[in-house]
């Protein structure tokens, strides 16, 4: 079917499900001939994807993505959990969270690298060395490690130490960015952006697919709304929403949804509640001389804490059946 779709000049993007294997079409300029499609052998059904976002949807791959990340995985009733500091500031610093996260059986470590700061004279990230500490992490503990590409050179270096690629919420429609972390092999961790509405967030999502790259994982941060209580809403109706619409996996960070350390657990129970495939969170054993972030990153007895919780809810709502009832 590939050699068929291509022969007509089209790109073809197959995606197996349990059932069957969905094949989207793109690179057509008008529309595609559907009865000639369902003629060819193997064919049961061409769907016109009314949507939008075409890869992303669920019209063209109905079962929900799991993605495998070494020993780990997102999606498929897995609970996802992704933690360390907001950035790599020194080896001690981070081996120091690192072993907090990894004790606590944690199969993802996050490290800011490259980080986008609202002011230029604020800590913009090791770089380089970050990505080397978190590489030491990575052998000595066999966590995956994330972190964030925030332009077209450092995610070519992220994308060769790292095991997912994130994308930030200030970056969520660079779309050139995007159609790099597209042609890369390497999971993407896609941030909402601060003010993007759900279709904005999938059509990013789209960006990444349609350069052949189907491992994407969507995050929700928080958007900005009048409320001052916290530094982001952190809007948790886009997860029933987004599984709705979409087979992606989608996570919950609630530090950067709250910035406030008393108010991450909550809502990181929250998330896992209304069906979030994991979290991500920020850790730090002193979070009062973080270089950033320090305000909303969780103390090491926090986080134990809060990823039991986390196990106990995820078990409850994991055994309540699905909805049968259409809305
Ligand atoms: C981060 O994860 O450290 C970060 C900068 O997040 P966001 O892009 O959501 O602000
Ligand atoms: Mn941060």
Redesign the pocket.
Known sequence: MVNAIEALGLKAHPMPGAQRTGIGITGNSGEVDAVSLELLPGVAEAIKVSRPYKLVSREVKPDRTIIQIGNAIVGGGELAIMAGP?SVETPEQTMAVAEVVNACGVKFFRG?AY??RTSPYAFQGLGMPALKIMTEVRERFGMAIVT?AIDQESLELVERYADVI?I???NMQNFSLLRSAGQTRKPVLL?RGMSATLEELLMAAEYIMAEGNYQVILCE?GVRTFADHTRNTLDLSIIPAVQRLSHLPIIV?PS?GTGRREKVIPMARAGIAVGADGIMVEVHCQPERALS?GPQALLPDMFKQMVEQLREIHKVVTKIPALTAKP
Do not use: L, T
Request: proline content about 7%.
């Open positions: 907001c800011g980080k986008p964030e994130q930030g919420a200030r941030k941060r960070d950067h972030d």
